[in-house]
């Protein structure tokens, strides 16, 4: 969402028949950004309670999934402001870092959680010799 608002979406910078094509080209990528959105919404939950299942007896991973999706939802809130926003963003506001700070707890959130599951299962191998 953040990229369609940079220079190369600008409409002013293509003839009227390729302004045409960019503005179906952005609305695929907003269409395919909804769908995904929704699959999203939709699941996260069923996810989380399968995260907390079968990690029965670590709190700290279920922890770190709620973590996640805080992050992951506080980014994708940025996001979709930015576009509303910044329709017409400079590569000057682009490269200053459009919700960087959001991305950045949003990766290090994720990062937190695959560390947490690897130890995890580092434990399970261990204790009841179980590998991949």
């Known amino acids: 969402m953040i990229f369609i608002t940079g220079p190369a979406f600008h409409p002013a910078g293509y003839a009227a028949e390729q302004r045409k094509q960019l ?16 699959e999203w919404r939709r ?10 299942y079968y990690h029965n007896g670590r709190p700290e991973i279920a922890q770190a999934w709620d973590r996640a999706t805080a992050a992951v939802g506080a980014y994708n809130a940025c996001a979709v402001q930015w576009s509303v926003t910044h329709p017409e963003a400079g590569a000057e506001e ?15 959130a994720i990062q937190h959680l695959t560390e947490s599951l690897d130890a995890v299962r580092r434990v399970m191998w261990k204790e009841w010799g179980v590998r991949p």
């Open 43 to 52: 699941e996260r939950e069923a996810l989380g309670f399968l995260m907390a």
């Open 94 to 108: 682009l490269e200053a870092g459009a919700c960087t700070p959001e991305w950045t707890r949003a990766r290090a």
């Open 23 to 38: 503005d179906s080209q952005k609305e695929a990528i907003r269409a395919e950004y909804n769908k995904t959105d929704a």
